[in-house]
């Protein structure tokens, strides 16, 4: 993370492109971006403004992006679907007020446009190890491209699933396909499982199973609890991980797919992003 950075008002002030090409920087190589509402559990009639961050570590700040950027927002319950996205960018400003009229599972998803980032051979290497993507790393290597700058055109994907109400087990909606490029399906109501449960999420590339991708499961404590948990999985052949739902708090899974372009005159790769966030309390606690 960057830190405060001070200088002296010159006249030219030769240093700000510095500053905002370090800002330019720290913000590009922030991976996570999830929806976060200000409660998972909420009552039916009611209504909130889910978050959007960026980040990492499950912590991040708000992103600040425009709302050109947001192709689809859409929500989901058991009954019925609502498209929000002509709502949710009649201003510049994304607008992502929620309402619940209904009791019951309520699965919002987001999907942005493309934006584009080009890094030296040497960084784009480290964050393709970091994030897993040893296909992209062999490939790179198979075409001579190693110590070439990589230049990425990237796309975010992101699910929220809260709950109106009591919880029901005929409720699916938690495995409703939300035609995303990227998506990550849970296969049971995590808010109806028990301390130490397990739950099976499966990635799905362009509607097909994803096989050995990296996933990170992250959770964070209850309210007071400063203490973030993550995990690394890989998925199996059917494009499936399983983790234990080991104490109360929010949990967000998060994954990547990497491509190579099909235009390389604005970027030699596409990648996609997708996080998948809810709230376990299986004592309804905290």
Partial sequence: MIGPIRWRWNGSNLLRPLLLLLIVAGTALAHEFWLLPPRFFVAAGSSQNLHVFVGEDFKGERWAGKSARLTRLVQYT???STDLTAAATRTDTLQ????FPKPGLQLVALTTTN????LTGEKFTAYLQEDGLENVLALRRQRGETNKPGREAYRRCAKTLLLAGSVTTRDS????????PLELIPEQNPYALKAGAALTVRVLYEGKPLPRALVQVWQRGAPGQT????????T?????VLFQLSAPGSYMVSTVCMVPATDRKTADWQS???TFTFGFAPQRGF
């Fill in 227 to 234: 203490i973030t948990r993550r995990t690394k999985l890989y």
């Fill in 272 to 274: 996609t992003w997708a």
């Fill in 115 to 118: 934006a584009f980032i080009e």
């Fill in 78 to 80: 058991a009954t019925d």
């Fill in 236 to 240: 199996n052949q059917s494009g499936r």
């Fill in 173 to 180: 909606t938690f495995a409703r396909p939300t035609r995303q």
């Fill in 96 to 99: 992502t007020t929620i309402a």
